[in-house]
Structures are given as structure tokens and as C-alpha cells.
């Protein structure tokens, strides 16, 4: 199993950056790729962003790409996402998660492992 812990959230003014961080603890070299998801309240969790960890290829959502830019650090077992021009609407909770098998896409189904979520807020 795949231990993930996020950090990095915060309270930020629309325009601004923040740049998460997800570290990977425990079997990592089991991880076929880390996605991003958000969540914000009364609505379901969206899909951000993921990345494959063997060859670093990328997918995004539409609604964030050219905005969101996600990052791994092979040696540091850490995924990072960079978002810039933040929103109002992007306001929630960020979680990131690891999947194992060879599934690589938007869908939580994919996904084995969850971390505890780091709150992004941005203000108008």
C-alpha cells in the first residue's frame, strides 16, 4: 500500500499561484500514476490532473489545463501540482491519489490510494 499526504493548500486571491505537493511513502515503486482531484462543497469530486510515474506523461482536465502544470520528483517520491491564475472556482479540497494497475485517465476507479486532501481557497 501507498501512503499520500498532501500539503501546500491555503487561502489565496484570485491571479495568485500555490503549488501543492503530494509525498508518496511506503510502496511506491508499485505506482503506475498519481492523479488530482478536487472537491469543492456540494458538489462531487472532479478530476484535475494526473501523471504517469514511469515516463512523466500528463492529462489534465479541460477546465484547468493551461492553468494547473503537474510535476513528479522521481527521487523525492513527490508529485507536485502548480496552479497559477487561480480562480474563485477553484476553491476546494485538493486530493491526491495512486494507482497501481496499468489504468491511466480521469477515473477515481482507477485510483488505489487516497491522501487526507489539503484545502485550497481562493478569494474574489
Known amino acids: 500500500q501507498v501512503q499520500l499526504v498532501e500539503s501546500g493548500g491555503g487561502l489565496v486571491q484570485a491571479g495568485d499561484s500555490l503549488r501543492l505537493s503530494c509525498a508518496a511513502s511506503?510502496?511506491?515503486?508499485?505506482?503506475?500514476?498519481v492523479g488530482w482531484f478536487r472537491q469543492a462543497p456540494g458538489k462531487e469530486r472532479e478530476f484535475v490532473a494526473a501523471i504517469k510515474w514511469s515516463d512523466g506523461i500528463t492529462y489534465y482536465a479541460d477546465s484547468v489545463k493551461a492553468r494547473f502544470t503537474i510535476a513528479r520528483d522521481n527521487i523525492k517520491n513527490t508529485v507536485y501540482l502548480q496552479m497559477n491564475n487561480l480562480r474563485p472556482e477553484d476553491t476546494a479540497a485538493y486530493y491526491c491519489?495512486?494507482?497501481?494497475?496499468?489504468?491511466?485517465?480521469?477515473?477515481?476507479?482507477?485510483?488505489?490510494?487516497w491522501g487526507q486532501g489539503t484545502q485550497v481557497t481562493v478569494s474574489s
Open positions: 491519489a495512486g494507482a497501481r494497475r496499468p489504468l491511466f485517465g480521469g477515473r477515481e476507479s482507477f485510483y488505489d490510494s
Open positions: 511506503g510502496r511506491t515503486f508499485s505506482t503506475y500514476a
